[in-house]
């Protein structure tokens, strides 16, 4: 349930606006008759907007929303006058405030203006989550591997039911699960990850159902947790299989009831938070060790999603080490660059064992770093990649071919498919539409995308 909270110095005023929010628009509504009582409360309390008078005495509006940007408290808050000075309330705005309204508005306006701030304050969280996720490719690709598993995501993403994503380390389980979220039934709502393996196991439980007001030493104020932020839309729980058995126990009650109970309270609250759940450990043997509920791993076994390793889908490396290129060159502020084709072929060759993706998109970022160069060459690959995937003989830049001699099967493939364009390229006397007739592709957008892949140019 939402939670308003009413700060108004004028008792009558604010106890008819809560009346009025519980009725019109059945909120949860709190009241604070003043400043300090109001930030008070904020401490204490878990507050989804606040509506704030500008004026009162000793601490006014702008003292709160002041001390708000302060303690780092991000609430939305809407300021309302009785004065009509709507000078002070375009200060108020310019201080952190998201709207502003006057008192003699009718409840159904205000309930209007509420709904809209907590819509701008999701979407804000949503542009952040999305921002965060751009940077990250591993769901670039083209490959059959990379094709089964957005099959499979688009299978499943409209089910309401629990999902579990398993896959290795560093293959990309959390942008599944915000694929999934993405694709669902509630694409606007929430979406909350927690990390079970960062969790110490006196706090899990505390994180996924929250805690009541001096429930144990130090709850000085009443806490949502994960279950309760991610109403409306997704829990993503990673590395579920790092949960400790009495936290299994409750989450499993959770997901079936569907409500939860916070910590030292009796009240249950209803969630509609769709749980999708991943790990890179092999449930099964859990459950046979006695790590993990047999009862809790039928429960989400129902949909089960693979991620593939990047070792069985290296044909998309090109692609990601393309978007990686390009989100790390804006991200450090540099001007582009681009990959050639003897730097690709090494890092196509190479195993990628310890954390896939993550562990390509380290490697590009320690080339970009390594070259003042536009052009990344075969020599700025770190030296352990090119010794594992025996890349250290080749040599060259620009993908030109001088001097490689490729010793794997990766390498030799590209080199193969490198070297067939070019002839081809020089034979038509490098026209674009007429090579990519010749090599019988279906444009010549896909020849100019094989030449960017190897890095091959008139020049």
């Known amino acids: 349930m939402t939670t308003v909270l009413v700060v108004d110095d004028v008792a009558p005023m604010a106890q008819q606006y809560a009346y009025d929010l519980?009725?019109?628009g059945g909120y949860e509504a709190l009241i604070a008759h003043g400043g300090r009582e109001a930030l008070d409360t904020l401490e204490r309390e878990a507050v989804d907007c606040v509506i704030l008078d500008l004026e009162m005495p000793v601490m006014d509006g702008f003292d709160v929303l002041r001390a708000l940007e302060r303690r780092a408290l991000h609430v939305p808050v809407i300021v309302y006058t009785g004065t009509g000075n709507y000078d002070r309330c375009i200060q108020a705005i310019r201080l952190g405030a998201r709207s502003f309204i006057d008192k003699a508005e009718p409840m159904e306006r205000v309930v209007q203006e509420v709904e809209s701030a907590l819509e701008r304050q999701r979407l804000a969280a949503q542009v952040a989550a999305l921002r965060d996720a751009a940077a990250d490719p591993s769901l670039v690709g083209a490959s059959a591997p990379m094709q089964h598993l957005k099959d499979a995501i688009a299978r499943v993403a409209k089910i309401p039911s629990p999902v579990l994503i398993v896959g290795e380390s560093?293959?990309?389980?959390?942008?599944?699960?915000?694929?999934?979220?993405?694709?669902?039934?509630?694409?606007?709502?929430?979406?909350?990850?927690?990390?079970?393996?960062a969790l110490p196991e006196n706090l899990v439980e505390d994180e996924l159902f929250g805690h009541e007001r001096g429930a144990f030493t130090g709850a000085n104020a009443l806490r949502k947790g994960a279950f309760e932020a991610a109403a409306g839309g997704t829990l993503f729980l990673d590395e579920i299989g790092e949960l400790p058995l009495p936290a299994q126990a409750k989450l499993l009650r959770v997901i079936e009831q569907r409500q939860v109970t916070r910590l030292g309270g009796n009240r249950t609250i209803a969630t509609d938070a769709r749980v999708v759940a991943a790990t890179n450990r092999d449930l099964d043997a859990e459950v046979a060790a006695g790590r993990f509920r047999q009862d809790l791993f039928y429960r989400m076994n129902v949909h089960v999603v693979r991620v593939p390793t990047l070792r069985e889908r290296l044909s998309d490396v090109p692609a990601l080490v393309e978007q990686l290129v390009t989100s790390t060159c804006a991200r450090f502020g540099m001007r582009p660059r681009r990959v050639d084709?003897?730097?690709?072929?090494?890092?196509m060759a190479y195993d990628w064992k310890r954390n896939n993706v993550r562990e390509l998109r380290n490697t590009v970022e320690r080339m970009i770093i390594a070259?003042?160069?536009?052009?990344?060459?075969?020599?700025?690959?770190?030296a352990e990649i090119r010794d594992a995937s025996g890349a250290g003989g080749m040599h060259g830049a620009g993908g030109t071919g001088a001097g490689v001699a490729p010793t794997s099967f990766h390498a030799l493939r590209a080199e193969a498919e490198r070297r067939i364009i070019v002839a081809a390229l020089e034979r038509n006397n490098w026209h674009i539409t007429k090579t990519a007739q010749d090599l019988g592709l279906s444009d010549h957008a896909s020849l100019l995308k094989i030449m960017r892949r190897h890095g091959i140019s008139r020049e």
């Open 170 to 197: 560093g293959s990309g389980k959390e942008l599944v699960a915000r694929e999934l979220h993405h694709l669902g039934a509630s694409p606007r709502g929430p979406f909350v990850a927690l990390n079970s393996a």
């Open 341 to 347: 084709g003897t730097a690709l072929e090494s890092l």
């Open 22 to 24: 519980k009725r019109v």
């Open 371 to 382: 070259t003042d160069a536009d052009v990344i060459a075969l020599e700025d690959v770190p």
